[in-house]
């Protein structure tokens, strides 16, 4: 039994053979231009921090690194947004971010910043090591200098017409009003935003990392030594950028804000911000070692360390091509795995902190944990729901209602529920004291709720290990789900009432109702363990319940039934959580229509300035079907925006099987192949296309489409299709085979 000292036991050793050494955990660096939204932290920070809070639980080895990403063009556009300099926008928002996470509880051993001395000497000696070896290229090319700033301009310092839909205020890198991705060399009439005037062509040199030399070497350690072992999606997106040849990528370039490069004749050049950041990891882990008078080597050069990376989808190719050849050549740690996350929307649209549609992590402790009735509880009620819906294979979508429904009717029914009445029946019926438990009493249901908590731990942990913690939280609810069966199934209130001629609840009927809460005390303790990694302001408060110190939480002590002490007083209980009320998700609800219509607003003073031309406009020379004309006309639909068309993810996908629906004439039940993953796909095309003509067929899939049930099958995407005026189907098809996954825009 455990009371103010917890024993501790041996550390079991997890699936798949020998644990490593040591484990250096990174979750990316976010960029310190601005506030960061949830889901940021759904893609790198709350699974990373799950992760290693297991590890620590376990007692291995594992030091967890991030910091702010302080280089880089954006950071001086912010700072010219704000009216301020770059230093004071990257203090300002490091220190934001960093204590956002902090009141998220992220757990970072040292939350770092890439501005800091120790970063720049690193990464400048990283350059001069690769380049001393003859590993980097130099190259001479001409590009846009602007001659009165005397400077040459980054793609976001050029502004000029948009070639694609006319729009004059398009930048050198992209066009804000139709979203095409553009080069400064294809802007009409471009200027410099810094003076305003015409840049000139100027030829400049800089350093390139030719990743061309090293594709077969990425090809067998990604493509097969990981094949197995790291998820579909970041297998896929690798495999496509090496089966389309990689280019030397430069390393440098001219801006005056960054890292200087350390030659004497790169004057006026920095170290390219892909370049420099990654390295921010290693120089994070010399500040930890620094600061707690360890060696950072073993971190980064041991092979019995397990680096792992936890990244968005938008930084697989840094983390697993780029980063790794990297490191490859100074002699550093290739990582043992990346299991990177797809992204999450909100409300049916993608987050955008440019568009306003976005809940930052601000708003959300501005909003939730610090105001009263808030606090650590609704910190955990986040990473709870958050978990839930990790994007861990594909798009996921948070929204108020899903937040409110996890929380009440999880949480607070099922977990808090449990727990909470567990100790109410404790103080009620067994003196507020730790009850005895009764060998000769016990019974099918009390030995088939003990071995449930063996089997939890045993689950929880496989599923850990493999990054799937979607799957490990359900398992610790599901288990206070039986918790909750069992209580209801041994109805310990009803046994209170066989009394004898004392007036006193019977001997037998005490030992029954002993036996039970005896089971569910022991079940509560297991709980704040199991739970810890992803609640740990719960699992505390557990703790102070049951009047023991945190070292209970060590994970060799799950599935034991000794945790708490035979006539051991325990405190009285306190709810874990709170409802989130109707009134709650209307204020959260609103904020975004609020969002939505300012951006209607800021979008009709554009059409008002810049009419485009109308639908009766026609090129010189176009004709049209005047039989086919009025129904085409009937059949449009209102207009959209770019933002509107940006929120689909069309991708390529080939049909490896299909099959009739059972009682639906119209429906095909179709395996398709996206590159990164199998779905099924429900098609109503069964009366246009027998099921063996359209194997191996490719065809365009909306592929962030929610989930729809049809006929008692989960349908993951639609296939897009054409009708031609005699009603039949026609697929929408690449002109030649073509990988799938490849996305289509």
Partial sequence: MTTENTASQETPAAAGGKLPKRYLVTSALPYANGLKHIGHLAGAYIPADIYVRYLRAQKRDVVYVCGSDEHGTAIPIQAMKEGTTSQQIIDKYHAIIKQNFEDLSISFDIYDRTSNPIHHETAQEYFTYLNDR?????????????????????????????PNCGFEGAFGDQCERCGTSLSPDELINPVSTLSGKPPVKKTTKHWYLPLNRHEEWLRTWILQEHANDWKTNVIGQCKSWIDNGLLPRAVTRDLDWGIKVPLPDAEGKVLYVWFDAPIGYISATKQWAKNTGKDWEPYWMDKDTKLVHFIGKDNIVFHCIIFPVMQKLHGFLVPDNVPANEFMNLEGDKMSTSRGWKLEMQDYIDDFIKKENGGPQLADALRYYLTTILPENKDSEFTWKGFQDAVNSELVAIFGNFIN??????????????????????????????????????????????????????E???????????????????????????GNVTETAQAQIDNCLHICLQLSANLSILINPFLPNTAKKMCHMMKVVDKMLEWGNAGSMKLLSVGYSLRAPELLFRKIEDAEVKTQIDKLQEAVKAREVAASQVATNEQPATNNEQKEGTQTNPDQSASVEAAAKAEIIYDDFAKLDLRVGTIRSAEKVAKADKLLKLEVDMGFEKRTIVSGIALHFAPDEIINKQVVVVANLAPRKMRGIESQGMILMAEDQNGKLHFVSPETAINPGATVS
């Fill in 476 to 502: 610790v609810i599901d288990l206070a789900r039986k918790g909750n069966k069992y209580m209801q199934d041994k109805e310990p209130w009803i046994k209170a009432r066989q009394v004898g001629e004392d």
């Fill in 134 to 162: 003859g590993e980097l290229e130099v190259k001479e090319s001409e590009q846009y200098y602007d001659e009165e700033a005397q400077t040459f301009l980054a793609d976001r310092y050029i502004k000029g017409t948009c």
């Fill in 421 to 474: 009445r567990t100790f109410v029946l404790m103080h009620k019926l067994c003196h507020g004291k730790v009850p005895k438990f009764h060998n000769d009493l016990i019974d099918e249901q009390d030995k088939g709720l003990i071995a449930e908590i063996s089997l939890t731990k045993a689950k929880e942990e496989d599923l850990l290990e493999q990054y799937k913690f979607r799957d490990a939280l359900f």
